[in-house]
């Protein structure tokens, strides 16, 4: 990764896990993302169009996040990930970490983290 666009700790709330009751409650999921993007444009032309508009990529995944019923973290971590890349080209990949706070006990979160590429970039 070159230069990172990040968002830390976005806590949003879905429908997610196996068990039948997880099924029937909202719970809480924390999310933290790394965007692979250079941010010289922006920087040198100090223009916030030329930004990759965290804001913007925070709102969209909390949109996606909350509108799902996933099973699997890994499921939902897919969707982020393919969603970020497919909406916001500016950025050249993505590194997604989706946590499920005392989902074990004893543990403070479990989850994945995963890294997607856009397609044709090495």
Known sequence: MGDIVFVRGLEVYCVIGLQP??????Q???IDLDLDTDCRPAAD???ASQAL??????????HLV?????????????RIAAT??????RAESVRVRVAKPA????????GVE?????EGTP
């Open 84 to 89: 970020v890349l497919a909406e916001f080209p």
């Open 53 to 62: 508009d965290y804001k913007a990529v925070s709102k969209c995944v909390q």
């Open 103 to 110: 989902a074990v006990r004893f543990a403070e979160s479990v």
């Open 114 to 118: 995963i890294e997607r590429r856009r």
């Open 66 to 78: 909350e509108g799902s019923s996933f099973r699997l973290v890994e499921t939902l971590a897919e």
């Open 45 to 47: 032309a100090d223009d």
């Open 28 to 30: 809480k999921v924390r």
């Open 21 to 26: 009751w997880e099924r029937q409650v909202m």
